[in-house]
T-cell receptor
Framework: QKEVEQDPGPLSVPEGAIVSLNCTYSNSAFQYFMWYRQYSRKGPELLMYTYSSGNKEDGRFTAQVDKSSKYISLFIRDSQPSDSATYLCVRLNDYKLSFGAGTTVTVRA | DTAVSQTPKYLVTQMGNDKSIKCEQNLGHDTMYWYKQDSKKFLKIMFSYNNKELIINETVPNRFSPKSPDKAHLNLHINSLELGDSAVYFC??????????????FGEGSRLTVL
């Protein structure tokens, strides 16, 4: 079983829609979570990180962690064509970052 | 000024050959990684070095040998290349003193195609 499970999509939404991305993880040890964004033919870059249950907001992006159900979510409000990318959820434990499979999102203009 | 740079960006080679990918970071980080991304976009950790010492070695064939001559460099040598080695290889670095919030910075990737 992978440490982080993520629905690979793909997901296609119209501009302005809310994008909802989800991951589940298997290890209950205290750990940090991140969301990375990867544009085509580029390396991933950090979007948000969180380490506690609840919500964290950054502009149009909200990261949510539910440790009781081992669920990680990312919401993108008022989505733009420039948000079209692959979104990867990541669990960080000590030195090791474990990536989900990534969900490819296309925002249609 | 590129933070994490990898060379070459593209590599096309025949089965059985030996090849190397180089990585350099100018961020002053002490920890570097190699990740493999397959055609389904799944990023799998291969190796990690902290201050030139190997700290993570996932189940990777011993045809893959990382080398870290100093904190700023982590190279990957692959012997006897196989078709299944075709993938994009990403180098990354982070500062371990950032604790568990230390951001991982990635290079642009090296796309390896084995024919």
């Amino acid at each position: 079983q992978k440490e982080v499970e993520q629905d690979p999509g793909p997901l296609s939404v119209p501009e302005g829609a809310i994008v909802s991305l989800n991951c589940t993880y298997s290890n209950s040890a205290f750990q940090y979570f991140m969301w990375y964004r990867q544009y085509s033919r580029k390396g991933p870059e950090l979007l948000m990180y969180t380490y506690s249950s609840g919500n964290k907001e950054d502009g149009r992006f909200t990261a949510q962690v539910d440790k009781s159900s081992k669920y990680i979510s990312l919401f993108i409000r008022d989505s733009q064509p420039s948000d079209s990318a692959t979104y990867l959820c990541v669990r960080l434990n000590d030195y090791k970052l474990s990536f989900g499979a990534g969900t490819t999102v296309t925002v249609r203009a | 000024d590129t933070a994490v740079s990898q060379t070459p960006k593209y590599l096309v080679t025949q089965m059985g050959n030996d090849k190397s990918i180089k990585c350099e970071q100018n961020l002053g980080h002490d920890t570097m990684y190699w990740y493999k991304q397959d055609s389904k976009k799944f990023l799998k950790i291969m190796f990690s070095y902290n201050n030139k010492e190997l700290i993570i070695n996932e189940t990777v064939p011993n045809r893959f040998s990382p080398k870290s001559p100093d904190k700023a460099h982590l190279n990957l040598h692959i012997n006897s290349l196989e078709l299944g080695d075709s993938a994009v290889y990403f180098c990354a670095s982070r500062a371990s003193w950032g604790g568990n919030t230390g951001e991982l910075f990635f290079g642009e990737g090296s796309r390896l195609t084995v024919l």
